[in-house]
Nanobody, 125 residues
Framework: VPLVEDGGGLVQAGGSLRLSCAAS????????MGWFRQAPGKEREFVAA????????YFADAVKGRFTISRDNAKNTVYLQMNSLKPEDTAVYYC???????????????????WGQGTQVTVSS
């Protein structure tokens, strides 16, 4: 399932961005999706995840209440709406896919089968 992220950019603190992750292939709707981010010199960290139906979501504490994740299976796309952005949200954001949604392991980068190339988000103070 090739994944392509879009929507990154430069935004001031307190602003908003919406990232999208487009997938090709007819099986997208069967995959659980995750968003991760990686800041310079840091490990890749979990941001959010959504089940194949969109009915279940899971967020890292650092973004809870500010970010939302959703998907449109008809468009083979998953979204990450980021509000109240902070400078510490600056990172390359990646989407990833795996076949099952399991809240216990969704934060683990090793359980994902497919990754996008990433999109840069920069939040200025």
């Amino acid at each position: 399932v090739p994944l392509v992220e879009d929507g990154g950019g430069l935004v001031q603190a307190g602003g908003s961005l919406r990232l999208s992750c487009a997938a090709s292939g007819r099986t997208f709707s069967s995959y659980a999706m995750g968003w991760f981010r990686q800041a310079p010199g840091k490990e890749r960290e979990f941001v959010a995840a959504v089940s194949w139906s969109g009915g279940a979501t899971y967020f890292a504490d650092a973004v809870k209440g500010r970010f939302t994740i959703s998907r449109d299976n008809a468009k083979n796309t998953v979204y990450l709406q980021m509000n109240s952005l902070k400078p510490e949200d600056t990172a390359v954001y990646y989407c990833a896919a795996r076949q099952q949604f399991d809240r216990a392991i969704m934060p683990n980068t090793l359980v994902y089968d497919y990754w996008g190339q990433g999109t840069q988000v920069t939040v200025s103070s």
